[in-house]
């Protein structure tokens, strides 16, 4: 599957997974403050309790996207693709992949990128923890470190703005509702395991 380049493939993609209707309501979208607010702080709730740890971006959306759908009344998809930094991939190699196979797992062992779409923006959950981890790329560490600065938790931006910053998110693939639960069951597997034991 080739890599999407503009909100109008990426609606069709949305089409083919969740029907036109999802679509439409896509591209219509428009975030407002309540919608804002109510995002701050889902986002803020999961971070708190889900571990630094990498590479598990996926985990990680579908937590976000899963609490949000209950709070939002938006169009919320989890979307899987390649992330570059002023054109270099370092999440994805912009190689066509089988997402039903890559997302039939509960954690997938898989070296690409993956966030939430709420209407045409980018809502990522996870980049500034993998740029602040130990284990993230060099140089997403330092255009993070260069463009952000420290201590933030997630960045959101229509999604044709984000090139505005260096960034490229790259959509490949749709999840299906069923890959998205079946990551949560993943991210809620990662929350307990950090968690201490009751004594």
């Keep these: 599957m080739s890599t999407v380049k503009d909100l109008a493939q ?61 709070r939002l009344a938006a169009p919320i998809h989890v979307v899987a693709g ?23 797992t509960p954690n997938p062992d898989w070296n ?11 809502v990522d959950i996870a980049i500034f923890r993998a740029a602040y981890s130990r284990q993230g790329p060099a140089r997403l560490a330092r255009h993070i470190d260069l463009n952000f600065g420290p201590n933030k938790g997630l960045y959101v931006d229509l999604w044709r703005r984000t090139q505005q910053v260096g960034l490229s998110y790259e959509p490949h693939y749709v999840l299906s509702a069923d890959e998205v639960t079946r990551l949560m069951g993943g991210a809620y597997h990662i929350i307990k395991q950090a968690q201490p034991e009751q004594p």
Excluded at 87 to 95: A, I, K
């Design 10 to 70: 990426l609606g069709k993609r949305i089409a083919a997974q969740h029907g036109w209707a999802a679509a439409k309501a896509f591209k219509a979208y428009e975030m407002n403050e309540a919608d804002r607010a109510v995002l701050s702080k889902c986002a803020t709730d999961l971070l708190k309790v889900f571990p630094p740890v990498s590479g598990v971006a996926a985990e990680m959306s579908a937590a976000l996207a899963v609490g949000l759908e209950s």
């Design 82 to 104: 390649t992330l570059a930094v002023e054109g270099v991939p370092v999440f994805g190699d912009r190689t066509p992949f089988d997402g039903a196979e890559v997302f039939s």
């Design 112 to 122: 690409g990128h993956v966030w939430v779409m709420i209407g045409p923006y980018v």
